[in-house]
């Protein structure tokens, strides 16, 4: 720097001296923005910007309210769940290595991570561990955790892919050089010793870089995994790498004996080949996480003094509730919000899986991260950030990906259980073959080290469930929980809502029948108020159908029964004929309308006829289901007339009307008992308890927060086509799985005799290795584009299958 240059920052009252006018700008930023403790803390200034990253975890600055804004999810008052970005992980025994040590510390209530995107979701209890020390007993053990964001998750990406490209690259030159002296050692009858000497000093040297650089990834985790007491896959790769190199120097320094630089140089090139492979193949597994949590957009145009029509761009991270934003044609909604003018067409695809776009006017409701398509819109900001529908997406489909299913965790501790035994049979090999043929011993016991590595294993579950989910959520039903793929894979039942599910759940007022003189606008006031401010479809349709003159006090809601409200003193109920009248017949109807009681002391003053009409897709929907050989039944608390006309709509044979929830939860359990296995769809409070009975439940997109969050499945859209889809998908899945397992365990027990009998070199077991985790990641990934075809399956075989079932 020139003499006399100078560039002060105030910090703590007092002027500090900086070393140009770049650092200047960065320290006073930091300190402007309440992050002095950084500077308050530091001892020496780190050597890379990686150790930077962990002495900022370290020093606490991830544990300030306004650093965790951004990526913590606050439950309660100390209850916070954050989602982490993870480097460093190589294989299946990685996760679950972190997964043990996170869920260990005191005050971590649970971890979950995703393996093939590195994602780790952490809850915790604030009030006994702070987020930094979550971060810091991440690196003690050797890895690097990262609050998530897109930008970073690529970046992380971008650096692994770039590192392993030099790995390969140097692995493979050497490779080649080492073989090219191999050869003639293989082939020659005349070399003399000095020229067989020279050739192996040569290949000594072209040996060390691929050792110590290529392969010293595997060094780590192995040494990581040794450590920490346990063994994981990296254990017997490094055992086999380490134990032929020495050994080949051995017999270079002392001049005698073999040497295996070519075996080693090939192996380790073909095993960075294969995870090179993987890695890129999971990537692609786990897109549809990143491309859900890409879609909103970086900056929005905001009318800062609506409705005057000025503008200005500015990022969506200081956009606010209540905020106007125009979004022209072509652009993304930077959140969940309202139309309040324009008129235009959104694709939501991404969201809901719907492939038309969907109109959208002045009071519509809007979500962040779906494409206007035909003209400028002006929205209202109601949800940001963590509140927005796309994030609760992401989370749920975070913690889905997260959650093992049984057949996952059951290969996880095989996986793990299984290096132990390899490590025995190994000793026990080298011990026979070191008595039958102490020359043969060496490559026999690296060939055997390294042929069965458990990489196939620990891979089989994750990367098929990972696959399957994202395909799932693009079809637009998306899987909250780890098991529900699994369930409904072997699901023999499916019980159906009627109201929200079946149907529109757009009631409308068909006839009013009032009573005791009163005329039609009155009783229609009175129900109007009673049910003013209630989301239920019985609401909607009263409030379509007169405006309440007069309001109610007191009102109180019984789930699956009715309302009951003060009206000018009086006490009124609106509601189902046993709730509101104590079981007063309502009028004879024949279009199957449903009956809703108006009552003063549970005498009837008037009945109101509601009617519904099936989704459009219903029919179409349900036959593909039954062509899958699922036994389908229909559970509602409408009346009698109305379900029953729904049913033979639909074909549904068993079907059950007037049902409160504790009667369609009385009715799962009735078919579980008979040994069936039951999937619940519906969308409403009512249908909370049984959603949450049965053995995987599903919940309409359009429905309460309180039935998805009970559920186990969300449709994200309203096709009800998307339940044969993903019920083809599930049992898909689960024949991939079984596949997987089959393949890694069967090239296990083939690959275990065959090496310990000496008939596979060190580089027939790398390839053999490699091939078979490369095999398992690409029959997962069959499953991205799955189409489900519904076939006319002949009767007989439905009813086959459904008595195999």
């Keep these: 720097m020139p003499d006399g240059a100078h560039y002060p920052i105030q910090f703590e009252n007092q002027t500090k001296q900086t070393c140009c006018r770049g650092c200047q ?31 900022l975890a370290q020093m606490g600055l991830y544990d300030l309210p306004e650093i965790q804004e951004s990526f913590v999810r606050t439950e309660s008052e100390n209850i916070r769940e954050a989602a982490l970005i993870l480097e460093n992980i190589v294989c299946a025994a990685c996760i679950w290595l972190n997964e043990r040590h996170i869920a260990g510390l005191p005050g971590v209530l649970s971890v979950e991570i995703n393996y093939a995107t590195r994602r780790a979701r952490v809850r915790w209890d604030n009030s006994r561990i702070q987020l930094s020390a979550i971060l810091k007993a991440v690196t003690d053990i050797g890895y690097i955790a990262h609050p998530f964001d897109p930008g970073r998750s690529d970046d992380i990406h971008r650096r692994e892919r770039n590192t392993a490209i030099r790995r390969l690259a140097i692995a493979g030159l050497g490779m080649m050089q080492v073989m090219m002296y191999a050869l003639p050692s293989y082939t020659a009858t005349d070399m003399t010793d000095d020229i067989r000497l020279l050739m192996r000093w040569a290949s000594l040297v072209l040996t060390i870089p691929v050792v110590l650089y290529s392969a010293w990834p595997f060094f780590i985790g192995a040494w990581r995994d ?28 002392s001049g005698h004996g073999e040497v295996y630089y070519d075996s080693v140089t090939m192996f380790v090139f073909l095993l960075l080949t294969g995870r090179f492979l993987e890695m890129n193949a999971r990537r692609r597994a786990g897109a549809a996480v990143e491309e859900l949590v890409k879609l909103i957009p970086a900056a929005a145009t905001r009318l800062p003094h609506w409705p005057a029509r000025d503008e200005e761009q500015i990022p969506v991270a200081r956009l606010a509730v209540g905020d106007h934003v125009l979004v022209r044609p072509g652009e993304t909604l930077p959140a969940d919000g309202e139309v309040v003018e324009g008129d235009s067409a959104v694709n939501e695809a991404m969201l ?35 509140d ?5 997406i992401v989370r749920l489909l975070d913690r889905a990906q997260s959650e093992k299913p049984r057949i996952g965790q059951l290969a996880d501790r095989a996986a793990a259980w299984f290096v132990g035994l390899l490590l025995l049979i190994t000793f026990f090999v080298g011990l026979a073959w070191y008595v039958i043929d102490p020359s043969r011993t060496l490559w026999i016991v690296v060939s055997v080290l390294v042929v069965t590595c458990p990489c196939a294993l620990g891979l089989a579950t994750p990367a098929a469930l990972t696959t399957a989910t994202g395909r799932l959520t693009r079809l637009g039903l998306l899987a909250t929980r780890g098991h529900a793929l699994e369930t409904l894979a072997r ?73 009951e409200g003060m009206i000018a003193g009086r006490t009124y109920r609106l509601g189902s004929p046993r709730f509101a009248t104590a079981g007063a017949p309502p009028p004879e109807s024949d279009d199957g309308a449903s009956w809703v ?106 429905g309460t927060d309180v039935a998805q969050a009970a559920a186990d499945m969300v449709m994200l859209g309203s096709r009800l086509a998307t339940l044969a889809e993903g019920v083809a998908l599930a049992r898909k899945t689960q024949q991939i799985i079984r596949q997987n397992l089959g393949w890694a365990l069967g090239y296990n027990l083939i690959a275990i005799p065959a090496a310990a009998l000496g008939y596979v070199t060190p580089w027939m077991a790398g390839i053999g290795m490699s091939a078979s985790s490369l095999l398992v990641v690409l029959n997962a990934l069959r499953l991205s584009d799955f189409k489900y075809k519904a076939t006319s399956a002949p009767a007989a075989l439905r009813s086959q299958l459904s008595t195999l079932r």
């Design 25 to 55: 700008a960065v320290a006073q930023t930091i300190i402007d923005s309440g992050q002095g403790a950084y500077y308050t803390h530091r001892t020496a200034l780190p050597a890379t910007a990686r150790e930077a990253e962990a002495e």
């Design 388 to 392: 927005t529908r796309l994030a609760s």
């Design 226 to 253: 040794l450590k920490r007491r346990m063994l994981g896959m990296d254990v017997p790769v490094a055992l086999g790498v380490g134990t032929a190199f020495v050994a080949s120097v051995y017999g270079t320094f």
């Design 352 to 386: 809901t899986g719907e492939s038309l776009p969907v109109s959208k006017s002045a009071h519509a409701k809007v979500v962040g991260g779906s494409l206007n398509q035909a003209s400028p819109l002006v929205v209202r900001v109601d949800r940001l950030g963590a």
């Design 491 to 563: 699901a023999t039942d499916l019980v159906f809502d009627k109201t929200g599910t079946l149907t529109h759940g757009r009631l409308s007022v068909r006839r009013v029948v009032p009573l005791g003189g009163r005329s039609a606008e009155e009783v229609g006031a009175l129900a109007a108020a009673l049910e003013a401010g209630s989301e239920h479809p019985i609401a909607r349709a009263m409030s379509e159908a007169v405006n309440a003159s007069v309001t109610a006090d007191g009102i109180r809601n019984t789930p699956g029964r009715g309302v």
């Design 597 to 702: 009681a108006l009552a003063e002391k549970n005498e009837p003053i008037a009945w109101f006829a509601l009617a519904d009409t099936p989704r459009a897709d219903a029919d179409a929907a349900l036959s593909a289901l039954r062509q899958q050989g699922l036994r389908l039944h229909l559970l509602s608390g409408d009346a009698e007339g109305a379900v029953k006309t729904t049913a033979q709509q639909l074909g549904i044979d068993a079907w059950h009307a007037g049902a409160l929830p504790e009667d369609k939860l009385a009715y799962v359990k009735a078919l579980q008992q008979q040994g069936r296995i039951v999937a619940m769809v519906g969308d409403g409070i009512n249908d909370a308890p049984v959603l949450a009975g049965a053995q995987v439940s599903i919940a309409m997109g359009e």
